[in-house]
């Protein structure tokens, strides 16, 4: 399996930061890879997919970059309904399906 | 609004049974490849089985295969997960989620996934 390291595990950080949050893949997945976003005991929300395709409905303040085996999800002005859980998942042909371990975006 | 909503879970002892149900609404459910994906306790989320729109193309992770079985009702805009032997480490929080992706001849689903729910506990212990 691919292995997918996130990082930081957690951030802190305050309303109008930039963010940014690492995603490494341990072999190229090209640009395969999805970001999600997680509330408490809520449903994953889909933010970004193909590695830099915003999902429709998704703030512009997010943005996703990277190719091969380093990827990155960048909040440029964090706002307060930003704080929660962010986790990658890469989607790479004869792959089985990963998920990145999450960072958490705290105050 | 589209909406997932997940039900079916409980405890169960070790070799036993459960049936997990998720029901969609506000979208077109027949479009979709439909997903159940796992987070256990104090671990990361894990890709689970996949089934496409017509339940011919099912995809399993080689840990739940033979065990549990994944199905659905277009009727009924519902998705299944029959899970039998079940086993302590398949104690999880367990999301439905419709995707976006294909199947390979191997049976993996290569994919991202556009809608989850909020997720049904399933505690297997005795």
């Known amino acids: 399996d691919i292995q997918m390291t996130q990082s930081p595990s957690t951030l802190s950080a305050s309303v109008g930061d930039r963010v940014t949050i690492t995603c490494r893949a341990s072999q190229s997945i090209s640009n395969f890879l999805a970001w999600y976003q997680q509330k408490r005991d809520k449903a994953p929300k889909l933010l970004i997919y193909?590695?830099?395709t915003l999902e429709t409905g998704v703030p512009s303040r997010f943005s996703g970059s990277g190719s091969g085996t380093e990827f990155t999800l960048t909040i440029s002005s964090l706002q307060p309904d930003d704080f929660a859980t962010y986790f990658c998942q890469q989607y790479n042909p004869n792959s089985r399906l990963t998920f990145g371990g999450g960072t958490k975006v705290e105050i | 609004e589209v909406q997932l909503v997940e039900s079916g879970g409980g405890v169960v002892r070790p070799g036993g049974s459960l049936r997990l149900s998720c029901v969609a609404s506000g979208f077109t459910f027949e479009d979709y490849v439909m997903s159940w994906v796992r987070r256990a306790p104090g671990k990361g989320l894990e890709w689970v089985s996949s089934i496409n729109w017509s339940g011919v193309r099912l995809g399993y992770a080689d840990e739940v295969k033979g065990r549990l079985t994944i199905s659905r009702d277009n009727t009924k805009n519902s998705l299944y997960l029959e899970m039998k032997s079940l086993r302590a480490d398949d104690t999880a929080l367990y999301y439905c989620a419709s995707g976006s992706g294909y199947f390979e001849s191997s049976g993996l689903f290569i994919g991202y996934f556009e809608q989850w729910g909020q997720g049904t506990l399933v505690t297997v212990s005795s």
């Open positions: 193909k590695a830099s």
